[in-house]
């Protein structure tokens, strides 16, 4: 059975996680915004626990203009600019990525479409099983014997027969149609007054957009002229539509595989961002009573070593603070402390709208106080 390689759309994925419907507002304890972190680190547990690939990659675009813009200088010119609080965002999920040992590839003039195709052609070329993990359309003329599309989401894999199947033309035939239909995403112009379904048509009857301006007189109505009239259009189109495979990008099989995660790292993010079920799901608490220990010493006994320091692990002195009489010890004793550990307890974690339930204060090892 061939190795596999599983290559993730970096930013079409971030954007989906961004825009995802979600009624609550995901911010951590610090107030950053974490909704698109969460939803694509929890995509990206699920996607290794479920498919367990051999190599796992992060393809990300060029943080300068690509080889498309000097083609076309108005090359995605209609994009708005990114959200606010989108970048902080993308920092933490390659700070994420990064923790859990998988590459993140960007090359500089090339867009993270055309590392796609690079790396898909190269693992082809070692009869390696390339999964492209993207929903983006382009990709599909990049199928092929060792090349497929997978649907995260949906868990479904597309193949250049099933494409075929689906659509009725091959891989080595879509770009024409992508050329003739243009994308208005990506400002690619394209034939005016045709969509995918014109495009698809002409390329089924006529096999290629060369061989289609051959039979251009063919083509009767508004659409017909428009096709002879944006020629240089089309062509220029097809041009920007290509995936490059030849991306100066290395592909290294041991740098690609699929290793153990930095589990401090991973657990210190996780922690500051309070991703506490996926620290539980990674069985990260080890790193977590590293840090611990680190404040508050070994645990009592050896019995307790490798468990999560809590009430149920350690002998400790937890005081409710309920009463005026408890009230007035309490604060006689904090007067005295040069230093204590202070937390809140609210409502949520929205710091404009939580309402304070209760205080908690801390200045010796296993004992505190609530409020």
């Given amino acids: 059975m061939p190795k596999s390689l599983y290559i993730i759309d970096g930013h079409a994925h971030i954007y989906a996680a961004y825009y995802a419907p979600m009624r609550q507002k995901l911010t951590s304890p610090a107030g950053e915004p974490t909704k698109a972190t969460f939803i694509f680190t929890n995509m990206l547990l699920g996607l290794i626990e479920r498919k367990r690939p051999d190599m796992l990659v992060l393809a990300m675009d060029s943080k300068t203009p690509s080889f498309r813009t000097k083609l076309y200088p108005e090359y995605k010119a209609h994009r708005p600019p990114m959200p606010d609080d989108m970048?902080?965002?993308?920092?933490?999920?390659?700070?994420?990525?990064?923790?859990?040992?998988?590459?993140?590839?960007?090359c500089d003039g090339f867009?993270?479409?055309?590392?796609?195709?690079t790396?898909?052609?190269?693992?082809a070329a070692k009869n390696i099983d390339a999964y492209i993990c993207s929903k983006d359309k382009d990709m599909l003329q990049l199928l092929g014997r060792h090349t497929f599309t997978y649907d995260i989401k949906n868990d479904e894999i597309t193949t250049a027969e099933s494409m075929k199947e689906k659509l009725g033309i091959g891989p080595e035939h879509f770009i024409d149609v992508l050329a003739l239909q243009g994308d208005a995403s990506d400002n690619v112009p394209g034939v005016p007054d045709v969509g995918p379904k014109t495009a698809m048509e002409w390329i089924k009857q006529y096999g290629s957009l060369e061989n289609l301006y051959k039979h251009a007189d063919e083509i009767k109505g508004s659409r017909g002229e428009n096709l002879r009239k944006s020629r240089d259009l089309a062509e220029l189109s097809r041009k920007l539509v290509i995936i490059n495979t030849d991306a100066p990008v290395k592909f290294d099989e041991k740098q690609f595989a699929v290793k153990e995660y930095d589990s401090q790292k991973l657990s210190e993010v996780f922690s500051e961002l309070d991703f506490t079920r996926m620290l539980g799901q990674l069985g990260l608490e080890t790193a977590?009573?590293?840090k611990q220990?680190?404040?508050?010493?070994?645990?009592?006994?050896?019995?307790?070593?490798?468990?999560?320091i809590s009430a149920k692990t350690i002998k400790h002195d937890y005081r409710l603070i309920n009463s005026p009489q408890d009230f007035e010890q309490f604060a006689a004793?904090?007067?005295?402390q040069d230093k204590f550990a202070f937390d809140t307890e609210t409502?949520?974690?929205?710091?404009?709208?939580?309402?304070?339930?209760g205080m908690s204060f801390c200045w010796k090892a296993h004992q505190a106080y609530y409020l």
Avoid: C, W, Y
């Fill in 288 to 290: 977590k009573l590293a």
């Fill in 347 to 357: 409502t949520g974690t929205d710091p404009t709208q939580a309402e304070l339930v």
């Fill in 293 to 308: 220990q680190e404040l508050f010493g070994e645990p009592e006994s050896q019995a307790d070593s490798g468990k999560i």
């Fill in 333 to 336: 004793d904090l007067k005295k």
């Fill in 87 to 106: 970048p902080q965002q993308i920092d933490r999920i390659e700070q994420i990525v990064s923790a859990m040992n998988i590459p993140i590839i960007r």
């Fill in 111 to 117: 867009e993270a479409d055309d590392v796609i195709g």
């Fill in 119 to 123: 790396l898909a052609r190269r693992a």
